[in-house]
């Protein structure tokens, strides 16, 4: 009979070999060692983005003299909006806030190895994590727009 620890690994290599199937084996890496996840502690801009699913992807900016100096996500979503937040923080990383609008949901899918890289019901999740960065960009000139408006 199977000992508790054999089952529970025999399990984890389930999971593992049925995530490296979606996503292959760079995307298993990111899901499994997710970089930029959480708040960065001096994020200073945020947006979100909630998906037909119900997801919602959170995205966080710390800019500084208009440059992109740390980014981070959460979700509460699939292992799809997982690596496709890193991967968003990941591109917004050392940016120009003037370069972020071109970051979209294909730019994410090309980052994470292309199209192929996310099963198809889930490619939605990369362009859930363009917008959440995109509504950070969105907070980011709402509220420089009002500093300048009352300097
Ligand atoms: Fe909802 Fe991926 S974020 S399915």
């Excluded at 995530?19 to 502690?41: C, D, L, Q, S, Y």
């Excluded at 966080?60 to 979503?77: K, P």
Aim: proline share 3%.
């Amino acid at each position: 009979m199977a000992t508790f620890d054999e089952i529970v690994n025999e399990l984890q290599d389930k999971i593992n070999q049925e995530t490296i199937e979606a996503f292959g084996e760079e995307g298993f890496e990111r899901w499994r060692n997710t970089p930029h996840r959480g708040k960065p502690p001096l994020a200073n801009y945020q947006g979100a983005s909630t998906g037909s699913c119900g997801d919602t992807i959170q995205l966080f900016l710390y800019i500084e003299d208009d440059r992109v100096c740390d980014a981070g996500f959460l979700t509460d979503g699939c292992g799809s909006s997982m690596i496709s937040g890193s991967m968003a923080a990941e591109l917004a990383l050392n940016k120009h806030c003037d370069e972020l609008a071109a970051i979209s949901g294909e730019a994410v899918l090309e980052g994470l190895g292309g199209p192929d890289c996310l099963p198809e019901d889930d490619q939605h999740c990369a362009w859930l994590a363009a917008n959440a960065l995109h509504e950070a960009l969105g907070d980011y000139y709402k509220q420089n727009i009002h500093k300048r408006i009352s300097d």
